[in-house]
């Protein structure tokens, strides 16, 4: 079955500094890589997915870039802000999601 | 997107016994799942409920364990059976909308086995 690493497990940023989490995955039929956010005591939100015929893809002050031949793909936030704290966790899917183990970001004011 | 709902949204329950968990929808969907999230950790997949069938459950996960429902394209529930401390976990179901893989949470059963 599919896979999924996901870097750094906690990543402390400086307001309005970027963060970056990246994710390896296994399985080369797998064509569909989103990523959620989740706050303590809520559910995890979708926030920006990308697929596989597709090497970046932006939404305001985060990206996402795929790396199909490396099995890679990462999320970038610019501009973070204290509302951007939260645990993100990344997934790949052919039919069924594989999550990665979650990285904790703190944003510090 | 769908307004997904969840019942209950948290439980105490008694080693031994049964909790059955409820997962609403406003819209008809096709594909419904059910993770189980471990305090700290990440998202495991339970099972695919599929509507008319039996559902197709992850490697170790079994039916005589977590036994779901799935009577129409709006509902679904998940039984845990037989519970032990260790069960103690966030129970989600998530629904995916357009077919095309995107998948959304209800907002979770925080469960507590004493």
């Known amino acids: 079955g599919e896979n999924v690493e996901q870097h750094p497990s906690t990543l402390s940023v400086q307001e309005g500094d970027s963060a970056v989490i990246k994710c390896t995955y296994s399985d080369s039929a797998s064509n569909y890589f989103p990523w959620y956010k989740q706050e303590l005591g809520k559910r995890p939100q979708l926030i920006i997915d990308?697929?596989?015929?597709?090497g970046e893809k932006k939404d305001q002050r985060i990206a996402v870039t795929l790396n199909k031949t490396a099995k890679h793909f990462s999320l970038h936030i610019t501009e973070t802000q204290p509302e951007d704290s939260a645990v993100y966790f990344c997934a790949a899917s052919d039919y069924k999601l594989s999550f990665g183990a979650g990285t904790t970001v703190t944003v510090r004011a | 997107s769908a307004v997904i709902s969840q019942k209950p949204s948290r439980d105490i329950c008694q080693r031994g016994t049964s909790l059955t968990i409820q997962c609403q929808v406003d819209s008809q969907v096709t594909m419904m799942f059910w993770y189980r999230q471990q305090p700290g950790q990440s998202l495991t997949l339970i099972a695919t409920?599929?509507?008319?069938?039996?559902?197709?459950?992850e490697s170790g996960f079994v039916i005589d364990k977590f036994p779901i429902s799935r009577p129409n394209l709006t509902f679904s529930t998940l039984t845990v059976s037989n519970m032990s401390p260790e069960d103690s976990s966030i129970y989600l179901c998530?629904?995916?909308?357009?077919?095309?893989?995107?998948?959304?949470f209800g907002p979770g059963t925080r469960l507590t086995v004493l």
């Open positions: 990308i697929r596989s015929n597709v």
């Open positions: 409920a599929n509507q008319g069938s039996e559902a197709t459950y």
């Open positions: 998530s629904v995916e909308i357009g077919g095309y893989n995107e998948q959304f």
